[in-house]
């Protein structure tokens, strides 16, 4: 009966840990190739392009690492409309063999800025809680035309950040190191709570010496 209390103690213990909030600190940037003030260069971008549209079918994907555990609070990218449907989509995508994979995250950017007539406006994406981005690992902003005829452009970034992207005309991704498109990756630092290891700790300890005397008990 005790070993089965004893049991129960620790079920009871790990179902309590993973109750336990998580604590977040205020945000902080993860990744950032904005100028001062967000700003970019106004003059040159990664084409976005349709079908429909000159060259023909582009996306671009520009990769991030966080060097640390965060909750994804916002993204922001710089952004310009040339013709056709002034629209974008973007997703958050995981990275599959240094290009971008999965998608865990995907939204649209409407009504753009004229190309050339700004370099400071920028289009922000926030999120609720749940994408917790892990240290280390690589994930990808894509970036693809709404429509068919729509024709928009990635500002590219005014700091001379250069890098890994990859730009995909339909069919599979091909990465090259580019100048890399202008945007920011924010989220608050993951961290546990002092009280929960404290209590994690303290149960532990409980439960190890209520298993000690048991085993006292029966010799």
Known sequence: MKNNNISRSAVMLLGLMASFPIASKADSIIFSDFGAGHSYNSEAGLTIAGTQSMPRFVEWGEPFTPNARFDLTEIEMALGWAAGVN??????????GGAPGKALASWSFVGLPQVGTTNSIVQTMAFAHGIVLQPGQTYWLVTAPFAANTQAVWNLNSTGVTGLGAVNF???WLPMQVRSGAFEVLGKSVVPEPNTWFLFVTGLI???????????ATR
């Open 170 to 172: 339909g069919n599979v």
């Open 206 to 216: 409980g439960i190890l010496g209520a298993i000690r005397k048991e085993k006292a």
């Open 87 to 96: 629209e974008v989509t973007v997703s958050l995508d995981t990275n599959n």
